[in-house]
């Protein structure tokens, strides 16, 4: 159970891997997650299911190392087994035939739009890609990205590549162009969704975000997902991950992701000296 | 001489016409409250032979034993008692597990002073001296774990049955192991990476070793019963699909969502739910952070809303995780703690500060989004409410505050909603908790039986136990097995 079968570093500490999970394939629908824990000593974390295969029984997951968890799991090889694996979690995406879609994906984000753009593709809708990051070399997922969109726009902070500039002026953009946009979800970063929000929220476009709080068990026992909507919480393993962005309260958010910043490096730094961590790249360093 | 309930006491048991020796009530041995407060062993150690000799000379053999009468799964007392007094552990042992499959839990986490040592006769008067029935038990079946832990019992044919449990708390477990016992085939669904419910992710180990728990669960391993870990149903598959691949279903997922105060601040920094805390430190190991990966707020000043058991172990939790002061903050007064009585005693011990007849209106925070306190409302006690309790009412413009760093409610869970809305038709009350019959668990379903707290909502562990073994028998009923 959950071998990984294969795996391939696709941008800087970035990284993809197919695992074995039949029951997890058979019953996902885009916008669920996964929580999996690497050995017997570790963290559970949430990560979205990029994509499956339920004929092979396989689910692709896609991180960034950011911490102890997502680096020791970039250390694993093809052949070696997740510790646990849990899921599908999370409410999926509600997919029906809107009109047109347009998928805002920043970062890391791509990899949970993937699946949902190929979703709103499925049920029939008009599908526009907006993908970016700081950088070209950053970007990744782009030729998946243009078989599930009918357009792809895509941009970097930098102007390394595609057009320069955020996600957010490229939707601001389109949508002055005159494009009819009938639903927009955007995924990324708490700062690029909080912006995409605040635009769309000027032209009055239903908006979806998909929130990353921190989380333990992920199936609403603990509380520890807690966000505010619309000013009343909810928990972001049951409730969510995916919320209407107008209502949700941002700041929050960022403040309880930093919850743990100290504990966190602590945490790292006695990993990258362990033996667990000796195999592992130099962060943010090269592929 | 007539009791309160108006029957007629025997002869045996007239304490002046049975002249005993008068035996105290038997201490049990535990870590010194300065040592325990800074790890997370075990606090009670167990009686030793003598003292549980000792002990169970005090009990009366009354013919009409009362403390039966306040077991929920009524334990013959005492003939297990008697038998320990001629030395037959072992005896002793199969007579509390004809009704209590895990005595060496019940033993440890039973409210006994509300059950069974409640109606014990030598606890008439109020005198407070009761059998030590809990102790006892805990004694024999620690007993029996360690000199005939590999004698299983003998299993007779399958039957070709099959049952699906979902959820491993004392609720599933019980039911799972009446079942394997009768040759019904039996699988154990579990969301979370560990088996046993709230007794892994919630009462921690100085009061409930997980190797205890783990013993248990690997004797059903052994019996044959199979188990599923992260298997969220109503995610991977609902309770209909499972009905599709079993006879019949048992549903007992517990009172797991947690319950807030709903009070400005309560999302900041530093402010937990109990259930968090608990995961965190219990089932993740965040005591040994950072050899185990999961990180928790260490606190200094530690707040612990409630006063239940969930409150107690989440107080003394953060005192071994190294806070330097912790309060209990409770509406009522310490007479309407509900917690078990030795676990407040314990507290008070380890040095854990009570502020009773206090409510929190308000958590406050920093621009960083941390707590730095709490506003709090002092309380009397007015009138009598729907449950008998003297409600509290606040006391006009007294107001006060309390500095702290770390908060954690522990004011009550209630049903996770996942499997009832997962599935259709099943019948729940307002609350959200599953409508079962008592005495046999079975649902407004065909073929679905639930019991224990997702039933009940959050009670005791003898009561899930208890709603297991019924819902077994039901079970075996409906099979036509005995
Ligand atoms: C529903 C959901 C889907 C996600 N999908 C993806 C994905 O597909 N790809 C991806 O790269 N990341 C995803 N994330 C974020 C990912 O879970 C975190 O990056 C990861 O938990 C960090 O763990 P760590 O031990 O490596 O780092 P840590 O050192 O523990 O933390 C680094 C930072 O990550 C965040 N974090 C820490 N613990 C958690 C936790 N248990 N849950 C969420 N965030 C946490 C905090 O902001 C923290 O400051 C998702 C998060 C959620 C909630
Ligand atoms: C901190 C704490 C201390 C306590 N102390 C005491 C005490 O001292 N004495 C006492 O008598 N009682 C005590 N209790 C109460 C007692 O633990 C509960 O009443 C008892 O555990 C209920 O048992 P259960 O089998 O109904 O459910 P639980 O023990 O809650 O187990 C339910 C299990 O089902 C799983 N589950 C839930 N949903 C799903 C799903 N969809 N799919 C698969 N699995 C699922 C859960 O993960 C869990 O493991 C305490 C409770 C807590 C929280
Ligand atoms: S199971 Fe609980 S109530 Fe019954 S005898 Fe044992 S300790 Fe007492
Ligand atoms: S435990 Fe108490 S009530 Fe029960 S038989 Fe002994 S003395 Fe009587
Ligand atoms: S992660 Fe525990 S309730 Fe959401």
Redesign the interface.
């Known amino acids: 159970m959950f071998e990984i079968l294969e795996k391939a570093r696709i941008g800087p500490g970035v990284h993809r891997a197919v695992i074995s999970a039949l029951e997890i394939a058979r019953a996902h629908r885009p916008g669920q997650f996964v929580i999996l824990r690497c050995y017997d000593q570790g963290e559970r974390i949430p990560l979205t299911i990029a994509d499956k295969d339920s004929e092979k029984g396989t689910i692709t997951l896609v991180w960034q190392e950011v911490g102890v968890t997502t680096y020791h799991f970039g250390t694993m090889e093809v052949g070696e087994r997740l510790q646990d694996l849990c899921g599908p979690l999370g409410k999926p995406t509600h997919i029906e035939n809107f009109g047109t879609v347009v998928g805002v994906g920043g970062g890391i984000g791509i990899a949970p739009l993937y699946p949902i753009t190929k979703g709103m593709m499925a049920a029939g809708n008009h599908v526009i890609s907006i993908i970016g990051a700081r950088t070209e070399g950053l970007l990744f997922m782009t030729e998946e990205m243009r078989k599930v969109s009918h357009e792809l726009l895509i941009s970097t902070d930098d102007g390394s590549y595609g057009i320069h500039g955020f996600v957010t002026q490229v939707l601001k953009d389109l949508i002055d162009k005159g494009t009819k946009v009938d639903m927009v979800v955007a995924i990324g970063p708490v700062p690029m969704m909080k912006a995409v929000a605040n635009l769309t929220r000027g032209y009055n476009l239903p908006t979806v975000v998909s929130l990353n709080p921190i989380m333990v068990d992920g199936t609403g026992m603990c509380g520890a997902c807690r966000v505010e909507v619309g000013g009343k919480t909810m928990f972001g393993c049951v409730d969510g991950p995916e919320f209407d962005g107008h209502l949700v309260d941002f700041d929050l958010l960022t403040k309880r992701l930093a919850m743990y910043k100290g504990p966190e490096l602590i945490a790292l730094n006695r990993f990258r000296e362990t033996e667990r961590g000796c195999k592992c790249s130099i962060p943010g360093g090269g592929a | 001489m007539l009791d309160p309930r108006g029957w007629r006491m025997t002869e045996q048991q007239e304490p002046k016409k049975a002249p005993r020796p008068k035996i105290p009530r038997q201490k049990m041995p535990e870590q010194s409250a300065i040592e325990r407060a800074h790890n997370f062993y075990e606090v009670a150690l167990g009686y030793t032979n003598d003292l549980a000799l000792l002990e169970a000379s005090r009990c009366l053999r009354c013919k009409k034993p009362y403390c039966m009468k306040g077991c929920p799964v009524e334990i013959d007392i005492p003939d297990f008692i008697e038998m320990i007094k001629q030395g037959d552990l072992i005896g002793a042992s199969w007579k509390i597990k004809e009704k209590n499959s895990l005595p060496r839990i019940a033993g440890r986490v039973c409210p006994q002073e509300t059950q069974c040592e409640a109606t014990c006769v030598l606890n008439k008067k109020g005198k407070g001296e009761p059998c030590a029935i809990g102790r006892l038990e805990r004694f024999v079946a620690d007993w029996a774990a360690q000199h005939a832990a590999d004698e299983l019992p003998e299993l007779p044919k399958p039957t070709g049955h099959k049952v699906a449990v979902v959820g491993s708390g004392p609720a599933g477990l019980t039911l799972a192991g009446g079942l394997i016992k009768k040759g019904i085939a039996v699988t154990v669904m579990e ?3 560990e088996l046993g419910g709230v007794l892994v ?1 919630g009462i921690p180990e100085f009061r409930l070793p997980k190797a205890i728990v783990k013993a248990e669960i690997d004797e059903l391993r052994r019996l044959g019963v199979e188990f599923k ?4 149903v109503g ?3 609902t309770v209909d699909d499972l009905l599709e691949k079993h006879d019949c279903v048992f549903i007992g997922t517990g009172a ?3 319950l ?1 105060l709903r009070i400005p601040g ?2 900041l ?2 402010v ?2 109990a ?2 805390y608990l ?2 430190s219990n089932l ?2 965040a005591y ?8 928790i ?1 260490k606190g200094r000043r530690v707040v612990v809303f409630g006063g239940g058991n969930v409150a107690m172990d989440s107080a003394r939790t953060a005192l071994r995780l190294g806070a330097e002061e912790v309060t209990i903050v409770y509406r009522r007064t310490m007479a309407e703690l509900p917690a078990r009585a030795e676990e407040t005693h314990h507290a008070e011990e380890e040095g854990i500060k009570f502020k009773l007849l206090t409510a929190p209106l308000e958590i406050l925070g920093n621009e ?2 941390w707590i730095v306190g709490i506003r709090c409302q002092e309380m009397e006690l007015g009138e009598p409410d729907e449950s008998g309790r003297r409600r509290p009412v606040p006391v006009e413009g007294k107001l006060f505050d309390i500095e702290c760093d770390t908060a954690i409610v522990a004011i009550g869970n209630a049903a ?3 499997v009832p809305s997962t599935t259709k038709n099943l019948e729940t009350n307002k609350w959200g908790n599953i409508v079962a019959d008592l005495e046999t668990g079975k649902t407004s379903r065909d073929r679905i039986w639930a019991g224990g707290d997702i039933v009940t909502g959050a009670a005791t562990v003898i009561l899930a136990m208890g709603a297991g073994r019924k819902a077994a028998n039901s079970v075996m009923q409906t099979f036509g097995v005995s």
């Open positions: 969301a979370l990476h992710y870990t992260n298997w969220v995610r991977v598959e797991g969502a947690p807030f309560e999302n920094n530093g937990y739910s259930n968090e995961t965190r993740m190991r040994m952070f950072p050899e185990a990966d999961t990180p707020a960083a989004g996770n909603p996942l």
